[in-house]
């Protein structure tokens, strides 16, 4: 693992943050519906099958916008986010604190506002294979901030097995060993995925509420 300067967080967060960059405010409809049914002072704590359970097909309709459901078991945090906007292929998810996470076709390749965050992630070649043959090998870069506000740079060499619907991803860097998995629908697409975030932030599960119906 690399640590790099803190200015370099600088151009990386910008060329990221490009994905975003024509971003449209959020309806307010959409974020009022979340903040009603999603919020952290109910009972029980959020979880994916909690908020799975709230988020209906009527909820869904009245919030008007796709929307993911994030968590993060080791850190005791789930959220729901929506689409914002996408460019190039990168799609931007928000939540009503601002806290955002960028995907590509279904992988994680940023996050903002987490805390320890994945500034980059270069994922075309395990994409190609998880949502192509489900088989193989590729390499991996990602980017993460530390504690110190340096960036540490991961590079993953993955494996690739397939067991019908589902995509096993065995990448190691060094003594880091990571296992995601991929769902995916009839049409090869990931739907629901688990990811690696960062040492802090263990693993991050995503869901369509959709693919859960």
Not at 78 to 89: F, K, L, S
Not at 120 to 130: G, H, Q
Not at 157 to 181: F, I, P
Not at 192 to 206: D, F, K, P, V
Request: charged share 20%; with cysteine.
């Amino acid at each position: 693992m690399i640590r790099l300067p803190f200015i370099l967080l600088l151009s990386i967060g910008l060329t990221l943050a490009a994905c975003g960059s024509e971003r449209n405010s959020l309806p307010g409809l959409a974020f009022g519906s979340i903040k009603n049914v999603f919020s952290r002072n109910k009972q029980p704590p959020l979880t994916t099958a909690v908020l799975r359970s709230r988020l209906t097909p009527e909820v869904r309709a009245q919030i008007g916008l796709p929307v993911l459901i994030v968590e993060l078991p080791k850190q005791k945090i789930a959220a729901v986010v929506i689409y914002n906007t996408e460019n190039r292929g990168h799609i931007t998810w928000v939540a009503p604190d601002g806290v955002a996470i960028y995907t590509k076709s279904g992988f994680v390749t940023g996050s903002r506002g987490v805390g320890y965050d994945l500034m980059s992630s270069f994922v075309d070649a395990s994409l190609a294979i998880v949502t192509g043959s489900g088989t193989g090998q590729a390499t991996r870069v990602q980017t993460y901030l530390d504690g110190e506000n340096q960036q540490v740079v991961v590079r993953l060499d993955c494996h690739y097995t397939r067991d019908g619907a589902s995509v096993y991803e065995s990448c190691k860097a060094g003594d880091l060993a990571v296992e995601n998995q991929y769902w995916l629908n009839k049409e090869g697409e990931v739907q629901s995925s688990r990811q690696w975030a960062g040492e802090r932030n263990g693993y991050m599960l995503i869901e369509s509420p959709i693919f859960a119906d």
